[in-house]
């Protein structure tokens, strides 16, 4: 069974600065990776997805994420940090790798940013 | 709006009594994922249906919860005999686009049991 790991339940950037998020996986099979983001009292938002094409994908709000298979890791990433990015972000994997909607999630990085 | 639309937003229950949560899935969609978060957990696969049809429930406890998607009407999440652990956050989905992992959430039903 696939897993997902996102170290750091918390991370505090400034604004302007650099947002890392790190999300590892375990797969036997090459994976169906997400990151979703969640405002308060909200449902989950696509950010992006990587689905064996690109190693470096793009997602919205100017956020990215590359994926490892050396390292299994698909961390997400944005240049500068914008207010509006404070939210909690989950990390997820397809369970069969057939890119269906059963996905297994991270217990989630929450995201503040300091004026 | 032609989102996923859950109700309630807010549920509080006592111990024993039962929870039902509906779920509209995306205009013109006919499938259906639920998913609950627990408090500072990540959220996890309930069930997946579709409409008359359950196709995938090896999320979904043994006992007390059950998950339906008439042909009419929102798909509904029932909880008999709520417990304190049962309090969660509840979420349906629709699929984008079938078959790629992608998933429109609603906002959810907060349940509480006190």
């Known amino acids: 069974a696939q897993s997902v790991t996102q170290l750091g339940s918390h991370v505090s950037v400034s604004e302007g600065a650099l947002v890392l998020l790190r999300c590892n996986y375990s797969s036997s099979v090459p994976p169906y990776l997400f990151w979703y983001v969640q405002y308060p009292n909200q449902g989950l938002q696509l950010l992006l997805k990587y689905t064996s094409a690109a190693t470096l994908v793009k997602g919205i709000n100017g956020f990215e994420a590359e994926f490892k298979k050396s390292e299994t890791s698909f961390h997400l990433t944005k240049p500068s940090a914008h207010m509006s990015d404070a939210a909690e972000y989950f990390c997820?994997?397809?369970?069969?790798?057939?890119?269906?909607?059963?996905?297994?999630f991270g217990t989630g990085t929450r995201l503040t940013i300091i004026p | 709006n032609a989102g996923v639309m859950q109700n309630p937003r807010h549920l509080v229950r006592r111990r024993g009594q039962e929870a039902r949560l509906r779920c509209s899935p995306m205009?013109?969609?006919?499938?259906v994922y639920w998913y609950r978060q627990l408090p500072e957990e990540g959220l996890k696969f309930m069930v997946y249906l579709q409409k008359e049809n359950i196709i995938d429930e090896s999320g979904m406890p043994k006992e007390r919860f059950s998950a339906e998607f008439p042909k009419e009407g929102p798909s509904i999440l029932r909880i008999q005999q709520v417990v304190r652990g049962d309090s969660a956050a509840y979420f349906c989905?629709?699929?984008?686009?079938?078959?790629?992992?992608?998933?429109?959430f609603g906002e959810g039903s907060r349940l509480t049991v006190l």
């Open positions: 989905a629709s699929p984008i686009t079938g078959g790629t992992g992608e998933l429109f």
């Open positions: 997820a994997v397809s369970e069969d790798n057939f890119g269906n909607e059963k996905l297994t």
């Open positions: 205009k013109g969609h006919s499938h």
